[in-house]
């Protein structure tokens, strides 16, 4: 292991993360997110697309320079040991991460500057300093900024005189460097300024050829910045943006009700004052400036992020113009009408009725999630409805969930509710439904323990003239109605008594204090997952020892459980194929003689983020296939609530092959994953173009008739 005592060279360490057996889950990461930054060079897509993209790439890297980056420093400031997968303690490893994640935001400017930016007027629209407008439209920006930004700007001292001011995370700043003109002792002061971020980034001017300016809001703040220090000195203005360490952990206490929420909320404001990780600032900042920053927030150069004036600071603000009313027409390609049921036999029928007779498959965004949020707004005002059960971890601002529970308590139906309150970076928005809830007599239960709620189920009882029935609704997604349109995850709703009895007992342990026997179904964590998935796979390794066909396939967001990584590296020995589609981190090396000669990966990233998990097990011909909310991870298997579920009718089998057979064949969004941890896009070797974001459209009954995998 190479300690941080006396660091080597990053040429040794990057040798010796290039021969660990794993790949490092940050570094792994960071080429997620290169693949992101991809979409935004497909040529075929629009301007305002191409920007989506690129506006994804920048908050994908705040929310990592927050977690992950913030979680290394956890370790380096408290003198803790760490090593990461590839075997480098924290201190070297800091050194290369920050150096590729420099490179990341390197490339991401160049990018924007040399390809996107020029493309801006031929598409309606231009991003212009005040000193590129007209005099008339000067006029109208410094009105503006009497009128609207100055009242709300408040610059704050820092000298002997008054302490560091606490900044904002995820804001735009200045740092103004003055002098009073009758300082004898002729010392610069600094002063802070936080940009609104209450008003939108840019100001527009619509021009007389319907073309718009899009005026940078901190252009306008910096060309009027002497109203903020009249009758003093400017020396330097400084451009920066900061995130905050805000990887936390919560310690819960018998008193759930409150103890655990107030904590919440003191940690919700220490992610509002975390340690600095990164700043990002305009080229060439003044020296003295950068120099009481560092010292203040114990930083070097490595964490500062030094932007072109061409580019910018915070590329998210351009959802402004992406999402602009004038570029509705000109912003995406039209999608194909989604599916409202898989193979829909019944037309009009009611669901209730329907699910009495089959169970339904649902595959968003190609199917929709109507059926979903249908059901539970019958169950609402169904008088026959007894009870609804649900696990929630994210929802939509204006939710159509959360106003079915509200309605349902209010028309006494017992309504239960596991809000998962620590749900990353929607902890403010989850608490404040999850109180609305409980107001209207919803039970709510806040998370359970010190795990965190991440499986996806739902439980309506309805008791109707024959008999009692259970629906179910089992799922990879979250129940958040504008996600399901831009992410691939799989559901299966159903009356099965088999899956009703599972789902029964698992909110019983999730709610009360149960620990049932066996599920017939279901497989959860942190109970069992890990030890059951590794089992399916030693029983594939094992039919490949003995010459009975074997195969494994399995699609994942991210792959990281090291003892789950092993175990197919030995089924891999063993002469079993394994392919996996892992969108995001992959910590396994594949390809590698010897180790993992077996094993294909590849990466799936394009006008969808996929979100499904899927684990298929080739059983000697006789399939076992899961579908639920898990990665393999070690959070996934140890400190998590998660549930699988085995699909036991051979049609919903077959569709859930189908969707790992096309994503095999996918060669438009598809990277294949090399040895050494780099993705290359996969080689189409003559085959016609297959885009699963668009075949998955066109499924039928007779398309999955004849998958196999093997």
């Not at 359970?448 to 259970?470: A, F, W």
């Not at 089924?571 to 394994?578: D, L, M």
């Not at 780099?678 to 998958?707: A, C, S």
Request: charged share 25%; glycine share 4%; hydrophobic share 35%.
């Amino acid at each position: 292991m190479i300690e941080s005592a006396g660091v080597k060279p990053l040429e040794l360490a990057n040798k010796h993360i290039q021969e660990s057996n794993y790949i490092s889950r940050d570094l792994s990461w960071l080429k997620f997110n290169y693949r992101v930054l991809d979409q935004a060079k497909h040529i075929d897509r629009s301007i305002f697309e191409r920007l989506k993209f690129l506006a994804i790439t920048a908050s994908n890297l705040d929310e990592f320079c927050t977690i992950r980056l913030g979680s290394l420093y956890n370790y380096i400031d408290y003198g803790k040991e760490r090593y990461d997968y590839s075997g480098l303690r924290e201190t070297p490893f800091r050194q290369i991460l920050l150096a590729e994640t420099q490179k990341f935001v390197r490339d991401q400017n160049e990018y924007y500057i040399r390809k996107l930016k020029p493309k801006f007027e031929k598409n309606g629209f231009r991003i212009v300093t005040c000193d590129a407008l007209p005099v008339e439209d000067c006029a109208r920006v410094d009105q503006y900024f009497q009128r609207t930004i100055y009242p709300m700007l408040t610059p704050m001292l820092f000298d002997s005189y008054h302490t560091f001011p606490v900044l904002k995370y995820n804001r735009i700043l200045f740092g103004v460097i003055t002098k009073a003109p009758h300082d004898l002792n002729n010392q610069q002061r600094f002063s802070f300024i936080q940009v609104p971020s209450n008003i939108p980034r840019f100001f527009e001017i619509k021009n007389a050829d319907e073309s718009i300016s899009f005026v940078p809001i901190e252009d306008i703040i910096r060309r009027n910045m002497q109203h903020l220090f009249r009758n003093i000195e400017i020396e330097a203005i400084n451009l920066f943006r900061i995130n905050r360490n805000g990887d936390f952990t919560l310690e819960e206490s018998e008193d759930i009700e409150s103890n655990f929420l107030e904590e919440l909320k003191k940690k919700l404001q220490t992610r509002r004052t975390g340690r600095v990780v990164r700043i990002d600032i305009e080229e060439n900042p003044d020296p003295s400036l950068i120099r009481m920053l560092k010292i203040q927030w114990d930083l070097d150069d490595a964490n500062i992020f030094q932007i072109p004036k061409a580019g910018m600071i915070d590329f998210t603000g351009i959802n402004q113009i992406i999402n602009h009313r004038d570029f509705k027409d000109k912003r995406l390609h039209p999608r194909p009408p989604v599916k409202p049921l898989s193979f829909p036999e019944q037309g009009e029928s009611d669901l209730f009725d329907i699910l009495k007779q089959r169970d339904i498959l649902l595959h968003h965004p190609y199917n929709s999630m109507e059926p979903v949020l249908e059901l539970l707004e019958k169950a609402a005002d169904d008088p026959l409805v007894l009870s609804i059960k649900i696990t929630i971890y994210r929802l939509s601002k204006e939710s159509r969930v959360s106003a079915a529970l509200l309605r349902a308590a209010e028309n006494g139906k017992h309504v239960s509710v596991l809000f998962e309150v620590k749900a990353r970076f929607d902890e403010e928005n989850n608490l404040r439904e999850a109180q609305r809830l409980q107001k209207a007599g919803c039970f709510v239960i806040y998370g359970v323990s010190s795990l965190k709620t991440h499986t996806k189920l739902l439980l309506i009882v309805r008791n109707e003239p024959d008999r009692v029935y259970r629906y179910v609704h089992l799922s990879s997604g979250n129940y958040n109605e504008i996600t399901s349109q831009f992410y691939t995850d799989i559901g299966l709703l159903s009356t099965n008594e088999a899956y009703a009895n599972d789902v029964s007992d698992f909110f019983n342990v999730i709610t009360g204090h149960s620990q049932p026997a066996a599920y017939r179904n279901l497989i959860t964590s942190p109970r069992d997952m890990r030890i059951q998935l590794c089992n399916l796979i030693r029983r594939e390794a094992e039919n490949a020892r003995q010459g009975i066909p074997a195969g494994i396939v399995i699609k994942l967001n991210s792959l990281q459980d090291r003892e789950f990584i092993d175990t197919l590296y030995e089924a891999s020995q063993a002469g079993v194929p394994i392919k996996l589609s892992i969108r995001g981190m992959c910590c396994l090396r594949p390809g590698r003689k010897g180790l993992s000669d077996n094993i294909e990966v590849i990466s799936i990233v394009g006008d969808y983020l996929e979100h499904s998990r899927i684990y298929y097990f080739h059983n000697a011909g006789n399939p076992k296939v899961y579908i639920g909310s898990a990665d393999a991870m070690v959070r996934s298997f140890d400190r998590r609530i998660e549930s699988l579920f085995l699909l036991e009718q051979d049609m919903l089998r077959k569709q859930v092959m189908n969707i790992l057979r096309y994503n095999l064949k996918d060669n438009v969004n598809a990277y294949t994953m090399r040895e050494d941890g780099t993705y290359v896009i996969k080689e189409q070797n003559g085959e016609p173009l297959f885009n699963v974001h668009r075949e998955f459209y066109e499924v039928t009954r007779e398309t999955i008739m004849d998958v196999s995998l093997f």
